[in-house]
């Protein structure tokens, strides 16, 4: 079988989760801080909190940003549906944001209109969540200037997209926005087999972050509200979670970071291959290609498939042991967000939807799998009968 992705590890991992096994700290001991800093330096951001996944950078990064049951959240309707869980964990309305039809990325045109009623209606939302899907990055431009004007917090959801960069940017260092997310698990840039990380530049933003991940406790004298007691005190001030990463998977993180632009190498390389070898057929939509301003990290590769054979060719493929996969159903299709809100159908995100398929793309991929991937899916798409 050929995934259309899967981890890389390699001895040195291996060596350095063993270390951390050998060692007196399994948990809340250095990798974790050493894992937090190096990020935050890969990505230039001046703060970094690692959790035990993406899920739970989420959930932190609402809390932090004091989202309630009486706030909107905006967020991209083509995701995996923890963008948009994290808001609902709090109470908070949700509402989607279309996608462009071909990237699957939100469409700015759409966020604005919908800011422009939402304005008129008094009901502003508090943050929205923008998904650099596939690694490709939105255009943080456009939002970042919406941002001013409206007044909004703004998460990138960058689980996909750890090395991409916008405009001499890397995704992470919040140029552009309050906080970034990413996800460490095994399909990802970077694994830490579960895991994920929050980005930010604010101080105030990051204590907060820190504490929601473990408890809401304080250890730190200098912000505790009695500041007179010995070592063993500490005070819980707010009601946090259990979403500590442990040092065995920091310490899988930071081999995994050390070979970041490796894989990313390779994912671009092959990126380049299945542009070559699909370019000819002119029934296939491809992914746009990376400019000097927008830099994927390649996470996925996602092509679009002629109207109505996406379904086709996707059990096909499957049968035949290369298993495509689509990313993703627009999330207000689910039975949960379709039993809480009458949600309008968003044409860009039902097309996107509809024709893409994610072919296999990661760094150990071999370039022979690949062309008999290409050649195999080529040939259906020649087929008469679909
Ligand atoms: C865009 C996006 N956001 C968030 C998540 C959640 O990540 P995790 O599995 O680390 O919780 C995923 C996972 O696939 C994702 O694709």
Redesign the pocket.
Known sequence: MIPYSTQTIEDDDIDSVNSVLRSPYLTCGPAVSDFEEQTAAYVNASYAVAVN???SA?HIAMLALGVKSSDRVFVSAI??V??ANCARYLGAEVDFIDTDKYTGNLDVNHLEEMLIEAEKQNRLPKVVVA?HLSGRPVDLEKIYALKLKYGFYLIE?A??ALGAVYKGHKIGDCFYSDITVF???PVKIITTA???MCLTNNEDLYRKMRLFSSHGIEKDSMYMTDQSRPNYYYEMQYLGFNYRMSDVHAALGISQLSKVDDFLARRREFAKDWEELLSADKNLTLPVADTENSISSWHLYQVGIPFGKRDYVYNTLRHRGICVQVHYLPIYKHPYYQSIKNYPTLPGAEYFFERTLSLPLYPKLKRLDLQMCAATLLGLIDEKKI
Request: charged share 10%; hydrophobic share 35%; proline share 0%.
């Open positions: 996944s993406c899920t989420l995701s995996f923890a963008s998904v959801d689980a996909h996800s460490f698990h579960e895991g994920g």
